[in-house]
């Protein structure tokens, strides 16, 4: 038989279970995630002090995504008017079908008068507002492209530096999720150099806005779409600006048709990386030491925190969070440019062997 003080133990421990989210017949907490804040005491019931707080094995939902996808609309477009229009039609159906990120549109170039005509902006500031805010459907990016005509230079580090400005005010704001810039571009080396930018300034914009993958981060992914000639340095140039960014590059080539199939095709592997590779913390839990990761055959990966995303580099089989401090998300890590790291290979293993839970053991949620 318990005594008076055994019960009122056991049910302080069934309370905190409860509040936490506990399952009984799965013996897991599952983690909704999202903008809260951690239980007071009081909601806890009034713990003592001096237990220590209740630990258990949690798993880790998907962290939302936000996506600002930032399009090139300059004058180099009218020789390529069909490729502009077979990655715009599979940007969209990619968006429309991506139901649980919240995106938004800018373009550029952005026009401002001069003493003697009206010229594509240099300034970054011009570029740090979007034309289509976060939320924004597939079809009102669409009508949005539609008011705009090819015309003038590609001020292309500008317009980068400002949609990062913009992508990072939102992760800052919208933590517990991971964001994303994507430039949607035909601009090529030797030929699109407006402003005073050289590739290699654009992408250390690009590693600028990600920060090792810090608190307040955006990765920076790239749409190259190229004609029947490029340059013989624009692949190494555009993987630079994607491997700084923390993203990967895209080379889209071909008529309408093929370059609509694999725009879409990189919008399907954007998803499944922000989907597989960042999960949400509980609010409350320390930077994890490890992580496991369990298939639907209950076959298991065991990852190591690294110090942050520059840290990939020599151990792209670990993952890192955005904030030793105060953490909300884990990601795995990425290769160069996105390419062979755990990352890609977890996302690409999702699609034969099904998507794995992301376990943490013995985590205790204050």
């Given amino acids: 038989m318990m005594d008076e003080r055994s019960k009122a133990r056991l049910a302080i421990v069934v309370l905190v279970m409860a509040l936490a989210g506990c399952n009984p017949t799965r013996g897991a907490i599952v983690i909704d995630g999202g903008p809260t804040t951690p239980p007071t005491d009081a909601a806890m019931g009034g713990q003592d002090a001096s237990e220590p707080p209740p630990c258990t094995l949690v798993e880790l ?3 939302p995504a936000d996506v600002l996808w930032v399009v090139d609309t300059t004058d180099s477009w009218e020789t390529r008017a069909d490729r502009y229009a077979g990655a715009v039609d599979g940007m969209i159906d990619g968006v429309d079908a991506w139901a649980d990120a919240e995106h938004a549109l800018t373009v550029f170039p952005r026009f ?10 240099c300034e970054t500031s011009d570029y740090e507002s979007a034309d289509v805010a976060f939320g924004a459907s597939g079809q009102s990016m669409r009508d949005e492209l539609a008011l705009h005509t090819f015309d003038g230079e590609s001020p292309l580090g500008p317009a980068l530096e400002g949609a990062i400005a913009i992508a990072r005010d939102r992760a800052a704001e919208s933590r517990w999720r991971s964001t994303h810039v994507v430039l949607v571009t035909d601009a090529s080396p030797g ?16 590693e600028a806005g990600f920060d090792d993958g810090r608190r307040g981060a955006a990765r920076v992914h790239v749409m190259s779409v190229i004609g029947s000639a490029i340059a013989p340095d624009h692949i190494e ?18 008529g309408r048709e093929d370059v609509e199939r694999q725009a879409r095709a990189m919008v399907q592997d954007l998803e499944d990386r922000a989907t597989v590779c960042t999960r949400m913390l509980p609010p409350g839990a320390d930077a994890p030491d490890t992580i496991t990761l369990r298939y639907p055959d209950d076959s298991t990966r065991t990852a190591t925190r690294v110090a942050d995303a520059s840290a990939c580099r020599d151990a792209a089989w670990g993952f890192y969070v955005d904030d030793l401090e105060d953490p909300t998300t884990i990601t795995l890590c990425s290769g160069p440019a ?10 690409v293993e999702a699609r034969t062997r099904g998507a794995p839970r992301f376990e943490l053991d013995g985590v205790c949620v204050r």
């Avoid at 401002?112 to 902006?121: C, L, R, T, Y």
């Avoid at 960014?245 to 071909?254: C, D, H, K, L, P």
């Avoid at 996105?338 to 996302?347: A, I, K, L, P, Q």
Wanted: proline share 5%; net charge negative.
């Fill in 338 to 347: 996105g390419v062979g790291g755990f990352c890609e290979v977890t996302y």
């Fill in 191 to 206: 030929t699109d150099e407006a402003c005073d930018a050289t590739w290699e300034e654009v992408a250390d914009i690009a």
């Fill in 237 to 254: 140039r555009i993987f630079d600006i994607a491997n700084g960014g923390g993203g990967y590059s895209a080379i889209v080539n071909g």
């Fill in 61 to 63: 939902d998907p962290a």
């Fill in 112 to 121: 401002v008068p001069d003493p003697e005509a009206i010229v594509a902006s």
